[in-house]
């Protein structure tokens, strides 16, 4: 018997993308709509939950459209995390949602980050982690002092996945690598934890497994009565998607930010980096940068040229010309330093430099960011990554693809479904709806690579030189972005 069709969704931080699959992977349908980003002042970034709701339905619509009823099994959500939305009792939003790349509630954050002890934090998160402006608690603080009105009113604190699903099936529900950050090694929320702010304990949604069912479909919208599942986060649906399930296994995944994650049984925490409660089988050690394909998003508005162009620039120019050196912290930046303050830089400019340059230089920054994640990384997991699956939009990139080869020095497998956290959703819904007997088989046969890219040791020296002057920039500027963010003239 044929296995039915699945439907994979991802709320992410630009758009929402969504592929209909069969039984071998094949996306047979798929469906992108972009939604804006609100900045209302500087150090805010916002989204308007009804911009992902009405798409959601869009894509649930374009989707099934001219298909039998019951031919899909399943239907399943991820989303960007971090990403807060203050939710009424009768499912409606209440502000704007706050989303990850916003730092207004870094006051909040500093004063509940000094509460917890080192210990604490290892125990809770396998990791001395600090609760920075884009924790939950750190937003529910800010609410609950600066829009009372909205605290007192909110029912749910839930990220776009769950907030989506509510909407969908009138359940409330979370994962727990969703909530990260909010739970422990038990996979549980701690109470120690959220006594910090008072009250926000009952608005939380209750927690279930990746393949358990949330709810089905409610009747009027498209598919209705098709079963959902409570899904995932993008870096835990882009691991499923990526197949790396187990020890040493690594994935890359490259959108608006460079998420990468090494699976390792083994814990010697670290600063900086996620080490997951073992979850599923597989316990993750992952990071995400900042600004990844939002860097070279940035240099396209600048210089009024298309990501696409831009690489075919890149591609076409000589590789062993100089560069600008690049530091992308466009926005602060995440793992492993997760500095909010820290800002941009293109050093080392000179008159022959063109937009060739800056984009090799662009993609050679980020590469540097991700190589020193993955140093935290390997320290967590207590293991060195042999090679990365590779997905994302960034990926689509044959010159950026070889500069993280090269700058990593690990092949890097690129995959043919670059949604892989619309795969990886669409994987755990075909599991809770009986598709297939376990995540690892489904993942065994909807994963294919599409290229493999091995690192070129001639240009070892270069990348090896840029990375030492990139950590050596971040440094020198640190007191200067430190000293300019106070300055009260600006």
Known sequence: MKTPLLVGIDVGTTSIKASLFDADGTALRAFARPYPMARPAPGLAEQDPADWTSRVTATLAALASGLPEGAVAGVGLTSQVNTHVFVGAAGEALMPAITWQDGRAGAEAAELDAQVSTEERIGWWGAPLTIDASHPLARALWVKRRRPDVWEKTRWLMAPKDYCILQLTDEA?????????????????????LDLVPGVAEKLPPLGGFTEAAG???????????????????AWAGLVGCGALDDGDCMYLSGTSEIVGLVSKTRHPAPGVVAFPTCEGITLHAGPTQSGGASLGWLSTLTGRSPAELSALAAGGDPQRPTPLFLPHLQGERAPIWDIGARGAFIGLDAAMGPAELTRGVFEGVAASVRWLLEALEASAGRPATGFAMAGGGAAADPWCQIRADMLGRPIRRLKALDAGVLGAAILAGVGAGAFPSIAAAAGRLVVTDRLFEPNPARRARMDFIYGEYRALYAALKPFNAARAAFSGW
């Open 216 to 234: 089905r479909i409610r009747p009027g919208l498209p598919l209705a009565g098709t079963p959902m599942v409570t899904g995932a986060m993008d």
């Open 173 to 193: 529900t979370a994962d727990p690598m969703t909530a990260f950050g909010l739970i422990d090694q038990s996979l549980t929320y701690v109470p120690r934890l």
